[in-house]
């Protein structure tokens, strides 16, 4: 499908009148459209609720979009349970599904009235030691080990990955659980990531709520939500077509039709935890091209780099790119779209027909959203951009201001004597 920015070069004019390149900007409205979209999948299940990953984009602006929609936060972490708080959210609107949890995060989780995801059959003990009561509701992350595929093919490899619990030892930890005074629990699994196909939500749903039919046999435990958590992608390459939620909500439904209801476990919630989904393609980096240089290659210098976008120097992840102005201008020539780090994986697109870029001109890349900003780093010094929120209205806020040096020093703010000054 072709892939249109959501600004105009005119619009992006204006802008950095007041906020200069590079930043990250999200598309209220489409994050709207999508977000209703979510809700109406799945209105069928009347517990339906989508605890939007927050590590995706730790935003508090973004999480208040989201919380228009009683949607809840997927938190992992200290800080991202403070700011799901900040934003109102608590109680059964946070789900804490992390792994190696320190205990002070069990603690806070707690606190908070969370809901608390187990990642392994040993944390029973780890946080019975630290709230003393187990609360009345948990959950249980499982881990079929081998490979998860659908019928285009291995999606992913479970057996290789550190997250959740054999299905001998979750039957173990509910069991446990049980015996501890749990009243309800929940089943969560994460097989495959960033899945372009109606199929993975269906099938992993199909693969738990057989799962919980036997378990709840064995063990008696009843059980109050499967969480299918993340994974459901967004096709960042133009060739590809998008997921339709629609028809992964009715896929779902099928699974559940064939298998809860005629279990007698109608009423049965349905919990997501997507984030790239949510946000992905609802959020961009732009920035400025103030570089060209013409060695073994031609390469094109842009004013942001890995430290904003991390995706392509990690996974070697395509992100599409729109020279703003150009949409429609024939793709002349083939760049390498690149940073300013001294590393040599610093490069946002390689081999690249693109139209003739000329110095000034804005590069639009695709498809930031989710773990974009969010995975930024300090590496050369340098400092995160600004977040801006294209409004409704087509009016842009600032929802997060550019880093500083100050912010960059800011932890050496307790020693007295260092001073770092211009
Ligand atoms: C990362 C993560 C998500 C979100 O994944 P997406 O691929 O962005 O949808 C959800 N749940 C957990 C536990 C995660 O670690």
Redesign the pocket.
Known sequence: MKKIPFVTKEQVEEIVKTYPTPFHIYDEKGIRENAKAVKEAFAWNKGFREYF?V??TPNPYILKILKDYDFGC?C?SYTELMLAKSCGFDGEHIMF?SNETPAEEYAYANKLNAIINLDDITHIDFLEEIVGTLPETMSCRFNPGGVFELSNGIMDNPGDSKYGMTREQIVEAYKILKSKGVRKFGI?A?LA??TVTNEYYPELAAQLFELIVEIQKETGCDFDFVNL?????IPYTPDKEPNDIRAIGEGVRKAYEKIIVPAGLDGLKIYA??????LGPYGALVTKAIHEKHIYKEYIGVDACAANLMRPAMYGSYHHVTVLGKENAEATEVYDVVGSLCENNDKFAIDRKLPKIDMGDYIYIHDTG??GFAMGYHYNGRLLSAELLLQEDGSVKLIRRAETPADYFATFDCFEDIKITE
């Open positions: 990953a590590k995706a997927d992992s599904s969560h994460f990531s960033n958590s993340g994974g459901v992608g935890e997507m984030g790239r989904f949510m989710a773990h």
